[in-house]
Nanobody
Framework: QVHLVESGGGLVQPGGSLRLSCTAT????????FGWYRQAPGKMRQFVAL???????NYHTSVMGRFTMDSDRAKGTSSLQMNNLKSDDTAIYYC?????????WGQGTQVTVSS
């Protein structure tokens, strides 16, 4: 069993930066890959970034060039560096791990982009 905890959210002005972190505990050797998702008020949860089995990372087009995801499966950690944040990036951000063919989710961390 794997448990995920996100941190690093907060309030930031447009154009600012935040770095989100995700730490896994438990059977981290069972993690196949990590992903980041977000959910804005009144909207469905949306894919942001994820690492593929070949080690490459896919990004949603809306964050490409602004967000960078890093993961270390051996350590059970993942991060999401977010630059040039926009008001549309306001959402709860969730870390996700694929564990034995199933998705495990963290509790989420709030990111608010506002002046």
């Amino acid at each position: 069993q794997v448990h995920l905890v996100e941190s690093g959210g907060g309030l930031v002005q447009p154009g600012g930066s935040l770095r989100l972190s995700c730490t896994a505990t438990g059977d981290i050797s069972a993690i196949a890959n990590f992903g980041w998702y977000r959910q804005a008020p009144g909207k469905m949860r949306q894919f942001v970034a994820l690492t593929r089995n070949d080690g490459r990372t896919n990004y949603h087009t809306s964050v490409m060039g602004r967000f960078t995801m890093d993961s270390d499966r051996a350590k059970g950690t993942s991060s999401l560096q977010m630059n040039n944040l926009k008001s549309d990036d306001t959402a709860i951000y969730y870390c996700n791990a694929s564990v034995n063919g199933k998705f495990t989710w963290g509790q989420g961390t709030q990111v608010t982009v506002s002046s």
